[in-house]
């Protein structure tokens, strides 16, 4: 079965630093492409940004850009989200999804392009 198990949320400051991790298994990790999208209450969830596991070709929302960081290690089929500066507004249950690599293409940002999601971690930002 694939699964991918997202971890690392909590409560940070204003201004301070939490690293994502999404853990894959079940597939053949460097042929898919993994992304991190977020929820905040009462908002759709949005994309954040995405990376391929095989090339590194990454994307990033206008929101994050300068400030969040996405890598991956095939060798532990594992995907980070480094969050710098975070910001109250960043405050959301934060889901990793992992799909094909003609995502590039057909458009990162649209959750049904995705096919496998994991459960969401939890990141509060507090002002």
């Known amino acids: 079965d694939v699964q991918l198990q997202a971890s690392g949320g909590g409560l940070v400051q204003a201004g301070g630093s939490l690293r994502l991790s999404c853990a894959g298994s079940g597939f053949t990790f460097d042929d898919f492409v993994t992304g991190w999208f977020r929820q905040a209450p009462g908002k759709e969830r949005e994309g954040v940004s995405y990376?391929?596991?095989?090339?590194?070709?990454?994307r990033y929302a206008d929101s994050v850009k300068g400030r969040f960081t996405i890598s991956s290690d095939n060798a532990k089929n594992t995907v980070y989200l480094q969050m710098n500066s975070l910001k109250p507004e960043d405050t959301a249950v934060y889901y990793c999804a992992s799909g094909a690599a003609d995502i590039f293409i057909n458009g990162g940002w649209f959750t049904s392009h995705w096919d496998y999601w994991g459960q969401g971690t939890l990141v509060t930002v507090s002002s």
């Open positions: 990376i391929s596991n095989s090339e590194g070709t990454t």
